[in-house]
């Protein structure tokens, strides 16, 4: 189960920085964009929380 939190960090982190190089609405940055959000939502329906794939929401929620 880690893969699916790891996949979707990567997804993450490839779409951001498509985003950054390219803007939003080159191709490349909306495929990037929509494989990020299949893989959270494959690892949301195993169960694993948001914090998991954000650890930033997990910083948040402690202060």
């Known amino acids: ?19 950054a190089l390219n803007g939003l609405a080159h191709p490349l940055t909306l495929g990037l964009l929509a ?6 939502a494959r690892a949301w329906d195993r169960g694993h929380p948001v914090d998991a794939i ?10």
Not at 3 to 19: C, E, F, N, P, S
Not at 35 to 40: G, L, P
């Open 1 to 19: 189960m880690a893969a699916l939190i790891r996949d979707a960090r990567t997804a993450q982190h490839l779409a951001v920085r498509a985003l």
């Open 35 to 40: 494989a990020a959000s299949t893989a959270a």
């Open 54 to 63: 954000h650890p930033a929401q997990r910083a948040d929620r402690a202060r």
